[in-house]
Every structure is written in C-alpha cells, then in structure tokens.
C-alpha cells in the first residue's frame, strides 16, 4: 500500500492539471503544432478536391468533405489566436512535405488507391489519434472546437475505408506498395512532432498507441486479414 504524506500540498487543482497555455514554452511549442494542423485542414481540402478529378462521379461527395476540412481550418486558426500564438506555416509546410510530394506524385500517375490511403486512411488516422489526445489536455476553448472536427474526420476515414473495400480485389498490390511508402513517413512526422507535443502534454506512446488503434481498425474494415494487417504495420517500424 503506498505511503501516503498528508502534509504536502495537494497537486495544482486550480487548473486540473492543465498545462499553462499562458507560458512561452506553451505557445512556441503550439505555435509549431497549431501550425501543423491548420496546414493539415488546408492539404486535406485540396487533396480531397484532387480526388474528386480522379473520380469524377464522387467530385461532389469530395466537394462536401473538402468543405468540412476548410471549416477546421477556421476553427484551429480561431483556437490560435484565442491564446495569441502565431502559427508558424513554414515549419507546417516542410513538416507535411513529404507525405505531400508523395500524393502529388499519386496524383499525376492516376493512383486513387495510394491517394486514397494517404490522405482518407494515414492523415485521417493521424489527425483523429493526434484529436484524441489533444482534447483531455487543451484550452476549453480549443477543446469545444476539436471535439465537433473529431466526428467529421471520422467521416472522412469511413468515405476511404467504404471505396477501398468495394474495391478490395483489385487495390491489394498498389495498396500495399503506397502502405510501405508511406507509413514510415507518418511515424517520422510523429517522432518530429514529438517534444512539441509533449510540452501541451501529449505523449508519443498515447499518440503512436491512438493512430495504429484507427489505421489498423480501418484497415479491418477494407476487409484485410489480421496476417495482412500486422504485416502492413510492420512497415511503420522498417521504413
Ligand atoms: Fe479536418
Ligand atoms: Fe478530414
């Protein structure tokens, strides 16, 4: 039973353990990450108006989520400037390049598939892992809005997860290719993002834990094989 020492002060109950938003560690670590998620809304509306010129028949389908992902992109920038931080867009744009530069090239070639899995299934999962964490831990104000953008993501991976699977007999080669090629990009942007995330009291291990619990489960839902699935996320550690 652990010994229990009465006489010291109780733990900084006036904020719940909340880290103080109005510290300069706090807003230039948020400074990168606000910066990261407002970069992150932007790309994923382009991507999925992108998408909709591979798939003209699901352009207006893209449209609609492509809207929702430019109304997060208002309400992170809101969340921002409410603790006066100024989101600092290069480092967003070099810290998304990659995963970036891979889509565009996806794009060129005509590969919904690997689009789809970059944007509907890596960057959603991330999005949805890095939410969940964020949310116990931000400012209530930021707190309100990523909980409303949270349930939209969760469309966004499902309109994915539901094209690949009526499509699961003939995606299998690329999909794993695009998988192998990209996964490890992700693990990289987590591992970046890392010390950031941690001074507003993220933890990698909650934010790695959180993103393979959505990856793998939509990858479930395609209809993969466990065999398949362990393998594919296997990748996240060779790449
Ligand atoms: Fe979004
Ligand atoms: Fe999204």
Not at 32 to 50: L, M
Not at 100 to 106: E, H, T, V
Not at 119 to 141: R, T, W
């Amino acid at each position: 039973m652990p010994f229990l020492d009465t006489t010291s002060p109780a733990p900084a109950a006036e904020n719940d353990g909340l880290p103080d938003f109005a510290s300069s560690a706090y807003k230039s670590a948020y400074s990168r990450i606000n910066a990261i998620v407002i970069e992150g809304e932007q790309e994923a509306h382009d991507n999925y108006i992108a998408l909709g010129t591979l798939l003209p028949s699901e352009a207006e389908e893209l449209a609609r989520l492509a809207r929702m992902e430019l109304k997060h992109k208002k309400g992170f920038t809101a969340c921002g400037a409410n603790l006066g931080v100024e989101a600092d867009m290069p480092f967003a744009r070099d810290f998304f390049a990659p995963l970036r530069n891979n889509f565009q090239k996806a794009l060129t070639e005509g590969k919904v598939v690997t689009c789809l899995l970059i944007q509907a299934i890596l960057i959603e999962a991330f999005a949805i892992s890095a939410y969940h964490i964020y949310i116990p831990v931000a400012d209530p104000f930021a707190r309100k809005i990523t909980e409303g953008v949270v349930k939209d993501e969760y469309l966004h991976l499902n309109y994915g997860q539901e094209w690949l699977k009526a499509n699961l007999d003939t995606i299998r080669e690329e999909f794993d290719q695009a998988n192998r090629d990209n996964l490890p990009l992700v693990r990289r942007m987590l591992d970046g993002v890392a010390a950031d995330a941690a001074v507003l009291q993220m933890e990698k291990e909650d934010l790695m834990a959180d993103f393979l619990t959505s990856y793998q489960e939509a990858l479930t839902e395609i209809g993969f094989t466990s065999r398949e699935i362990a393998r594919m996320a296997a990748a996240a550690l060779v790449g």
